[in-house]
């Protein structure tokens, strides 16, 4: 059984430049879960989707934003990157939350 | 503002003993809490969750108590085991209108085995 893969799975940016991270979630899973994880802190809510619809968002700029595919795939994208970007980036899929959201490994982006 | 409150930045545990890792939270309209385990170069692990009509909820060697009252919640692993080592989140959930359970986490607990 495939879990929550992410892509690419490390990535390197300038500043300034936009990028885009890749999430599938488990198959049956709708919903679509985005979280930053900086050094030394819990992981941050940014984005939920659940049928192709935003359902949520956390207190993140504008520069963040996300979408989800009829496939229910999703992508994250960052524009006008800053060092502060820099985290490990977590896409989780559930069918709800007392389920127990399932986490992908992570796409690490380092901002230079 | 932390809603959700891990103040064990770190904790070690003799092998085969008790782990109890502490969460407070302040947020009343959190429903659902849950504990997740991770590992370096991994995402977080789902372990055990809790509804907020319960007080406790045992699977295996995990057990995670609820005192809604005082708002905290604590997981209990027993025996530990060296595989255990890992930094341990809480996390809590909260339904809104549209079903959306964001997940809000503490900062996270490392436990350490001692063999």
């Known amino acids: 059984d495939a879990g929550v893969t992410q892509s690419p799975t490390h990535l390197i940016k300038t500043r300034g430049q936009h990028v885009t991270l890749r999430c599938s979630p488990i198959s049956g899973h709708k919903s679509v879960s985005w979280y930053q994880q900086v050094l030394g802190q819990g992981p941050q809510f940014i984005f939920q989707?659940?049928?192709?619809?935003?359902?949520g968002r956390g207190n993140f700029p504008d520069r963040f934003s996300a979408r989800q595919f009829p496939n229910y795939s999703s992508e994250l994208n960052v524009n006008a990157l800053l060092l502060g970007d820099s985290a490990l980036y977590l896409c989780?899929?559930?069918?709800?939350?007392?389920?127990?959201?399932?986490f992908g490994s992570g796409t690490r982006l380092t901002v230079v | 503002d932390q809603q959700v409150k891990q103040n064990s930045p770190s904790l070690s545990v003799q092998e085969g003993r008790i782990s109890i890792l502490n969460c407070d939270y302040t947020n009343s309209m959190f429903d659902y809490f849950l504990w997740y385990k991770k590992y370096p170069a991994e995402g977080p692990t789902f372990l055990i969750s809790i509804s907020s009509i319960k007080d406790k909820n045992e699977d295996g060697r995990f057990t995670v108590f609820l005192n809604k009252s005082a708002k905290h919640l604590s997981l209990h692993i027993v025996p530990s085991q060296p595989g255990d080592s890992a930094v341990y989140f809480c996390a809590a959930a909260g339904l809104s209108n549209f079903g959306n359970e964001k997940l809000t986490f503490g900062t996270g607990t490392r436990l350490t085995i001692i063999p």
């Open positions: 989707y659940y049928e192709k619809e935003e359902r």
């Open positions: 989780a899929s559930s069918l709800r939350a007392a389920y127990g959201y399932t």
